[in-house]
């Protein structure tokens, strides 16, 4: 890999996402294997992504909604995107973790700070 492979060769799939409307005790199982996940609305459009350190702000705790708590507007990119782009992107708005959209608006995958700092590491090789 390089600083120029595309997203969609980086990044990870399937993806596990949340809806706006559901308790934060619905997806609490999820943060054991992921620090985040895309959130959708009812027409499944990515609005924002609930990581555990917004779960941790949460002031009902897990009675909270997703859509309580979640960072928005969604920060995201498209698979042709390069790894260097979503590099950039990441310290810009200090995101640790961006979804990846099809033309479709549709959720594909997710490219974190992880596949990033893999793939520039595997160019060093």
């Known amino acids: ?6 997203l969609g ?8 996402v949340a809806m706006a409307d559901q308790r934060l005790a619905d997806i609490d199982a999820f943060f054991g294997a992921q620090s985040g996940l895309p959130v959708l609305d009812e027409e499944g459009r990515c609005i924002g992504v609930v990581s555990k350190k917004d779960k941790a702000k949460a002031s009902n ?3 909270s ?3 309580e708590v979640m960072s928005s507007p969604a920060i995201t ?10 590099a950039a992107l ?10 990846v959209m099809n033309e479709q608006q549709q959720v594909i995958g997710i490219v974190t700070r992880t596949d990033v700092f893999k793939a ?3 160019s060093k090789v």
């Open 1 to 6: 890999m390089s600083p120029t492979a595309k």
């Open 9 to 16: 060769e980086v990044m990870s799939r399937p993806v596990q």
């Open 77 to 86: 990119l498209t698979p042709e995107k390069t790894v260097l782009e979503a």
């Open 65 to 67: 909604t997703v859509g």
């Open 61 to 63: 705790g897990l009675d």
């Open 90 to 99: 990441m310290l810009k708005e200090k995101v640790h973790r961006i979804p």
């Open 120 to 122: 520039l590491e595997a």
